[in-house]
């Protein structure tokens, strides 16, 4: 089992910059991938970024350029850098991890953390 904590959320102005951060613990060893997804208001939840435990990513069309995900191979923390923020962006951040475990695959949310950009 894996728990994920997230952090960094917050209010930011149009063109402003934001890091998210999530922290797993639990059986982190079975983690192979890790990613981002949001869910606007009465919109379905999208995949924004995701990243391999071989460092592979993959980037919403509408991110790409703007955001930047990343892994701290120590802490096994995953970031996502969030630049030229704009209204669109505004949402709940869900961190996501999938997990093999013996060939048992499981997915893990955290919370959600919310963003909310505007003037």
């Known amino acids: 089992q894996v728990q994920l904590v997230e952090s960094g959320g917050g209010l930011v102005q149009p063109g402003g910059s934001l890091r998210l951060s999530c922290a797993p613990s639990?059986?982190?060893?079975?983690?192979?991938?890790m990613g981002w997804y949001r869910q606007a208001l009465g919109k379905q939840r999208e995949l924004v970024a995701s990243?391999?435990?071989?460092?592979?990513?993959d980037y919403a069309d509408s991110v790409k350029g703007r955001f930047s995900i990343s892994r701290d191979n120590a802490k096994s923390t995953v970031y996502l850098q969030m630049n030229s923020l704009n209204p669109e962006d505004t949402a709940v951040y869900y961190c996501?991890?999938?997990?093999?475990?013996?060939?048992?695959?499981?997915?893990?949310w955290g919370q959600g953390t919310q963003v909310t950009v505007s003037s």
């Open positions: 639990g059986d982190i060893s079975a983690i192979y991938k």
């Open positions: 996501n991890a999938e997990t093999n475990r013996r060939w048992v695959l499981n997915n893990y």
């Open positions: 990243i391999t435990i071989g460092g592979s990513t």
